[in-house]
């Protein structure tokens, strides 16, 4: 009796199965890493968009001869003149995306630094929205 080889052209089920299996390890041992990652990712994008705000401060205080007043709406003063400023006020010296932390909600301007004693203090809450935390919840804040 003679056998043929037969010729194959497909993979079988059991092999379409180890590989699906490598490629689940794989991903569960890699997506974390990514995900931990991006959250250190946010941090350093809400370090540079203060360092932006910050030089839109220093422009401000060239024009105008002063900082802006947390009663003038902070950081609002950057977008808008205030009237009593208008004439000396070369703005607008930001968009108002650029006031928006990377979790989408507003830099917190304070006037009379309690961190930047003598300046002004630009804060973002971090992840959390909270003040405090720790890795991506920390609050960062312009030094």
Known sequence: MKRTKRQRKAFTLVELLVVVGIITMLAAMLVPRVFRGMGKTKGDI???????IEDSLARFQYDCGRLPDESEGGLEALLVAPPELEEKWAGPYLKKSQLLDPWGREYQYISEGQTNVGSYDL???????QEGGE???ADIVND
């Open 46 to 52: 809400a370090r540079a968009k203060m360092a932006i």
């Open 123 to 129: 804060i973002c809450l971090g992840a959390d929205g």
């Open 135 to 137: 890795g991506e919840n």
